[in-house]
């Protein structure tokens, strides 16, 4: 993501000791758009994946694979 899509995105930041706002270096921003990592993508993807499955019928095969019982 390019720096200036991060800026609007995260904008100013309130400095917690002080209150007052400032910009975030570059640094920063490239630190908070950097591409996720892979384990916490994975992992969001399959809590999303079984949530849809926990509301599918019974009768799915997909339900079947989430609960361990195939037929």
Not at 13 to 32: A, F, Q
Not at 33 to 61: D, L, N
């Amino acid at each position: 993501m390019r720096i200036g899509c991060c800026k609007k995105i995260f904008g100013p930041k309130s400095d917690e000791v002080t209150g007052e706002w400032r910009k975030l270096h570059n640094k920063k921003l490239i630190e908070m758009c950097s591409t996720p990592v892979i384990i916490r993508v994975v992992k969001s993807r399959i809590t999303t994946w079984a949530g849809h499955v926990v509301r599918m019928g019974e009768r799915r095969a997909a339900r079947g694979v989430l609960v361990g019982k195939p037929e």
